[in-house]
Nanobody, 124 residues
Framework: QVQLVESGGGLVQPGGSLRLSCAGS????????MSWFRQAPGKEREGVSC????????YYTDSVKGRFIISRDSAKNSVVLQMNNLKPEDTAVYYC?????????????????WGVGTQVTVSS
């Protein structure tokens, strides 16, 4: 019933931009903290960004701050990650999740939900 589906990944040149979307079904995303994580080959999964469901405050890991923007598209029941000035080190599979740890724990589901991810490749 509850599902998250990421889209918008692809291959871009360094300095380029991508817009990732996370479409939810079975629940209203606006009421919950939503996060983006990423995992590169051979690397640990890392939190990228979170938007609070309580107050709308956002979090960004230092490496993307000033380049990435997380927002909600409420009309589409989705969360967006606008990625600008992309760097090769941004290459990873990007995942959307209800995991609220990046924002600080917020009340939500009994379990966390994850999408299956979308590939972002930044290369010349």
């Amino acid at each position: 019933q509850v599902q998250l589906v990421e889209s918008g990944g692809g291959l871009v040149q360094p300095g380029g931009s991508l817009r990732l979307s996370c479409a939810g079904s079975g629940f209203i995303l606006d009421y919950y903290a939503m996060s983006w994580f990423r995992q590169a080959p051979g690397k640990e999964r890392e939190g990228v960004s979170c938007i609070s469901g309580r107050n709308g405050r956002t979090y960004y890991t230092d490496s993307v701050k000033g380049r990435f923007i997380i927002s909600r598209d409420s009309a589409k029941n989705s969360v967006v990650l606008q990625m600008n000035n992309l760097k090769p080190e941004d290459t990873a599979v990007y995942y959307c999740t209800t995991d609220s740890s990046l924002c600080g724990h917020e009340m939500g589901f009994a379990i966390d939900y994850w999408g299956v991810g979308t590939q972002v490749t930044v290369s010349s």
